[in-house]
């Protein structure tokens, strides 16, 4: 089966900066991707990694190592409404995408 | 507005009823995909459909069954519900199943309840 693990909760100051790791052991890599949740909605795109670097859109960035089964998705200046649950999720040797269980973040005044 | 929809929006059963979750997507997407989702566990995929015509089973299928007899739809049924099927249901689509940078994107999602 396919393992992704990441933080269940973080707290940041609104302003700041927030780094969610996410590591994976999957059969099979065809990418991996960055999804937001606010409670109660959909999970909607944030950012798509194949190749090892990092993709900067805004104020989010995602960086990606496959050699270490590795990803970070990067909140910058932070805002209240980016709390929410952040998931993590690989697409396998497949073509389907296996979920963490997401990271909970709460962003204080 | 494109996108996709899900229907009921939240649905209370008594165990042992049939059921059947509706999806409906109009960005032609090829490629569909039912999960559900628990606290803890993350989203788990049910049942997938790479075309019209075609479908497969995902990483919890037991309980489950769908259809896909044309690009847009693609209901989800429990033939008989049970307690552990109480979730969070999402529908998702894609425009296909095997593109290097395909995204999946979400409905809104149906709330099922089983007493």
């Known amino acids: 089966g396919q393992n992704i693990d990441q933080p269940t909760e973080m707290t940041a100051t609104e302003g700041a900066i927030v780094q969610i790791n996410c590591t994976y052991q999957?059969?099979?890599?065809?990418?991996l991707f960055w999804y937001q949740q606010h409670a109660g909605e959909a999970p909607t795109f944030l950012s798509y990694?194949?190749?090892?670097g990092l993709e900067e859109k805004g104020r989010f960035s995602s960086f990606l190592s496959r050699s270490k089964g590795y990803s970070y998705l990067l909140l910058k200046e932070l805002q209240m409404k980016d709390s929410a649950s952040y998931l993590c999720a690989v697409r396998d040797g497949d073509y389907k995408l296996s979920f963490g269980a997401g990271t909970t973040v709460t962003v204080r005044a | 507005i494109a996108g996709i929809t899900q229907a009921p929006t939240s649905q209370i059963l008594a165990a042992g009823r049939r059921m059947t979750l509706r999806c409906t997507q109009d960005m032609r997407h090829n490629a569909m995909y039912w999960y559900r989702q628990d606290l803890g566990l993350g989203l788990r995929l049910i049942h997938y459909s790479n075309t019209a015509g075609t479908t497969g089973k995902g990483e919890v299928p037991d309980g489950y069954s769908v259809s896909r007899a044309n690009t847009d739809d693609f209901p989800l049924t429990l033939a008989s519900a049970v307690p552990s099927q109480t979730s969070v249901y999402f529908c998702?689509?894609?425009?296909?199943?095997?593109?290097?940078?395909?995204?999946?994107?979400f409905g809104p999602g149906t709330r099922l309840t089983v007493l």
């Open positions: 990694n194949v190749l090892d």
């Open positions: 999957t059969s099979g890599f065809n990418g």
């Open positions: 998702a689509s894609s425009e296909t199943s095997g593109g290097a940078s395909d995204t999946q994107y």
